[in-house]
């Protein structure tokens, strides 16, 4: 079974309108964090929000909070305000065995096509 | 400071040839990952260093590929004999610290794409 789902075809979004992303993800592990990924057409990979599987609070950063719903195993993206500089592929990513100490890999879905139309 | 840096940026090589592909990491990561994406895919896993312990070799496709860590800074990713499908952007990224918890952020680098012609 994959481990991190993305599935929604591309999407397209209006200026200054809100999107979700959905992602849904498959783990035994108690202990793992969820991560989202933009990249823009140059390639780079960015950082843009975290929830661990322990946190309370749905993680937040700026236009960006994660709308995780731990029973349901997803952590869908909200972009709010969408700008034209939001179109890019967008990954979610985990990390399973989190402890501390430790560091580990992160498994990616296949990734998402956000168009924001002026 | 200095973000991750990988080279060469691109390469162009014939099926058969050996490459390498070097990645610098942010100085004092403790961590460092490979990774490789091929067109319009997500990231693949590929091999994980951590400090002085074993690498993480579980997302080496084949014995073809190796990597090593030299004095746990600079990672230097070898595929031998390569094949037109190892062709892909195979990016490195790099995390800090050892402790606490799972914001361990990854870092990523701006990736080697690979062409096997």
């Known amino acids: 079974a994959q481990k991190i789902t993305q599935t929604q075809p591309g999407m397209f979004v209006q200026e200054k309108e809100a999107v979700t992303l959905d992602c849904t993800y498959d783990t035994s592990d108690p202990s793992y964090g969820l991560f989202w990924y933009k990249q823009p057409s140059s390639g780079e990979m960015i950082f843009l929000i975290y929830?661990?599987?322990?946190?309370?609070q749905n993680a937040t950063e700026g236009r960006y909070s994660l709308n995780f719903q731990k029973a349901r195993k997803s952590a869908n993206l909200v972009i709010s305000a969408s700008q034209l500089g939001d179109s890019a592929m967008y990954f979610c990513a985990m990390r399973e065995r989190i402890k501390a100490g430790a560091n580990s890999k992160l498994t990616f879905g296949k990734g998402i096509t956000l168009s924001v139309r002026p | 400071g200095a973000g991750v840096s990988q080279s060469p940026s691109n390469k162009v090589t014939e099926k058969g040839k050996d490459v390498e592909l070097r990645c610098d990491p942010i100085s004092g990561h403790t961590a460092l990952y490979w990774y490789r994406q091929s067109l319009g895919q997500g990231l693949e896993f590929l091999i994980y260093?951590?400090?002085?312990?074993?690498?993480?070799k579980s997302g080496l496709p084949s014995d073809r590929f190796s990597a090593e860590r030299t004095g746990g800074s600079v990672s230097t990713l070898t595929i031998q004999r390569t094949q037109q499908e190892d062709s892909a952007v195979y990016l490195c990224?790099?995390?800090?610290?050892?402790?606490?918890?799972?914001?361990?952020?990854?870092?990523f680098g701006p990736g080697t794409r690979l062409t096997v012609l």
């Open positions: 929830q661990g599987s322990y946190d309370q």
């Open positions: 260093f951590q400090g002085n312990s074993a690498p993480d």
């Open positions: 990224a790099s995390s800090g610290g050892t402790g606490g918890g799972g914001y361990n952020e990854q870092f």
